[in-house]
């Protein structure tokens, strides 16, 4: 079975959960965290070398303040929770902003925890302009883009997964996800189950990938 290297994850869904089960919005964000260490243990169960979790955009934050706090302290909780596991762990976004929150600053630059052996990637206050801001069409020293952009140290993503029926990246990475297979589930991501993960690694094996070539 061909395995993908690096899996972008778009845990997309929580307050739409949240409202079907008859609770505020901003409380299912609280209810995502638990689903994304099961995945995580699953990805390197499976030899998966890179995971990307998209946590909170810098447009999100426009959201009602119960909503902005709920998501950020679960970013914050899930980052917590994943450093406890054998991994190197970076979170990218806008860390000079007010709304990135102070807890992670520490792993603005890659920590290795335990073993390491998988690179667990956590996407928080980012931005796709934020991101390329570092691109200047008429310097010639940017001759890799790749290198120029803030997102450096993220590998090219093999295949993104996203939950909740949305079939948009809503700038997730977009140089890495150039060339990415796009699969996408209708179930909301707090009720995640290994079913969805190993139905998207089977409906990668059978997709043709050329690259562009």
């Excluded at 845990?11 to 739409?16: A, E, F, L, Q, S």
């Excluded at 991101?131 to 993104?160: C, E, M, Q, Y």
Aim: with cysteine.
């Amino acid at each position: 079975m061909r395995t993908p290297k690096h899996i972008g994850i778009i845990p997309d869904g929580n307050r739409r959960w949240a409202e079907t089960n008859k609770m505020v919005k901003e409380k299912g964000y609280e209810y995502g965290i638990d689903p994304g260490l099961a995945l995580f243990r699953l990805c390197k169960e499976s030899g998966i070398k890179e995971l990307t979790y998209y946590g909170f955009t810098k447009d999100n934050t426009k959201r009602p303040t119960e909503q902005r706090i709920a998501f950020t302290n679960a970013c914050i909780n899930a980052v917590n929770v994943l450093s406890k596991e054998e991994a190197e762990l970076l979170v990218i976004g806008d860390s000079e902003s007010a709304m990135f929150p102070e807890e992670l600053q520490k792993y603005t630059t890659r920590q290795i925890f335990g073993n390491g052996g998988i690179k667990v990637n956590f996407l928080v206050n980012y931005g796709w302009e934020w991101d390329l801001n570092n691109i200047k069409s008429d310097d010639s020293s940017h001759k890799n883009i790749t290198n120029s952009i803030k997102s450096f140290d993220v590998a090219r993503i093999d295949l993104i997964i996203r939950w909740g029926g949305r079939r948009r990246l809503s700038g997730f990475l977009p140089v890495q996800s150039i060339y990415s297979d796009f699969y996408v589930l209708d179930d909301y991501w707090p009720d995640f189950n290994p079913g969805h993960f190993y139905n998207a690694l089977k409906w990668y094996n059978d997709q043709d990938v050329t690259l562009g070539g």
